[in-house]
């Protein structure tokens, strides 16, 4: 069974770059959409984008100028990356793998906290 | 504001069956076969419950069922347990730029 899980700062200071892992274990990092979402307080949640095949990435056209989706696939890790963050950032960031066949996500982490705040 | 509209609350008493609705627009649920369910509890990652509208996978209870018409998808919770208490949200594939869309999440309770 996979299992995902994030690791990063909890606290990113405002203009700074955010930064996360999310490491995969029992299972392969080829042949599936590696996803990022994130929920803000109080609102819905957001797909943010994902890599696929190790070098294809989509992106959230609002996200898209300041993030940068990456794999590692010797250390079974895909890492994202947010610059110049705002409070709008604020949220709890999940990985997750997406089916390419069925567009859905089979598997998630269980999430972790970054609040933007100087 | 979520994409997909789920009412915020749910509640039954054991053994009873219930109904999550979760509407979206002719740019995803009504136009793509492609929506999901998810379970959360507190602390725990999201599980998946059903996918491709109606699929349940492997380790998915059985009283779990899901299905769409138009614009709306619906799970249904039959036979009521304590363990079902939890959120659950939709998910779908949309045309839009975005290429995914949720629902606000609903709280289950079990009376």
């Known amino acids: 069974q996979v299992q995902l899980q994030e690791s990063g700062p909890g606290l990113v200071k405002p203009s700074e770059t955010l930064s996360l892992t999310c490491t995969v274990s029992?299972?392969?990092?080829?042949?599936?959409?590696w996803t990022w979402i994130r929920q803000s307080p109080g609102k819905g949640l957001e797909w943010i984008g994902y890599i696929y095949n190790r070098v294809n990435t989509y992106y959230n056209p609002s996200l898209k100028s300041r993030l940068t989706i990456s794999v590692d696939t010797s250390k079974n890790q895909f890492s994202l990356r947010l610059t110049s963050v705002t409070a709008a950032d604020t949220a709890v960031y999940s990985c997750?793998?997406?089916?390419?066949?069925?567009?859905?996500?089979?598997?998630w982490g269980q999430g972790i906290l970054v609040t933007v705040s100087s | 504001q979520s994409a997909l509209t789920q009412p915020a609350s749910v509640s039954g008493s054991p053994g009873q069956s219930i109904t999550i609705s979760c509407t979206g627009t002719?740019?995803?649920?009504?136009?793509?076969?492609?929506v999901s369910w998810y379970q959360k509890h507190p602390g725990r990652a999201p599980k998946l419950i059903i996918y491709?509208?109606?699929n349940r996978p492997s380790g998915a209870s059985n009283r779990f069922s899901g299905s769409k018409s138009g614009n709306t998808a619906s799970l249904t919770i039959s036979g009521l347990q304590a363990e079902d208490e939890a959120d659950y949200f939709c998910n779908s594939y949309t045309d839009t730029s975005t290429r995914w869309v949720f629902g606000g999440g609903t709280k289950v309770t079990v009376l």
């Open positions: 029992g299972g392969p990092t080829s042949r599936y959409y």
């Open positions: 997750a793998r997406g089916q390419v066949s069925g567009a859905y996500f089979d598997s």
């Open positions: 491709e509208v109606s």
């Open positions: 002719s740019s995803d649920v009504g136009v793509y076969n492609y």
